[in-house]
């Protein structure tokens, strides 16, 4: 934490700035009293995207995978010779 009074916060204030874009915590005094605070302005927020991921790494949710998209449903099987897609067309 850096303290640092108005007068030499007006003198310095782009080095001031800069040191809490930095990370540090700028605590502004007036008289030897806390009056302010400079701290980092929070990063954009999280696409869609980055969350999803966060999501599937703490095993939240699971990502599809290509290998599963890429296959073709494997095909119902009946008594009959007949598809189940034939069957459901000819009960129709």
């Known amino acids: 934490m850096i303290y640092v009074g108005v007068r030499d916060l007006k003198a310095k204030l782009s080095e001031y700035l800069d040191k809490a874009r930095l990370g540090n915590e700028v ?54 010779k007949m598809k189940a897609s034939e069957i459901l067309l000819n009960d129709r």
Request: glycine letters at 4%; proline letters at 9%.
């Open 27 to 80: 605590i502004v005094t007036d008289h030897g009293k806390p009056i302010a605070r400079l701290i980092k302005e929070p990063s954009k927020q999280k696409t869609t995207i980055e969350k999803m991921y966060l999501l599937a790494e703490k095993g939240i949710i699971q990502l599809p995978s290509k290998d599963k998209q890429s296959k073709s449903p494997t095909p119902l099987k009946t008594k009959s």
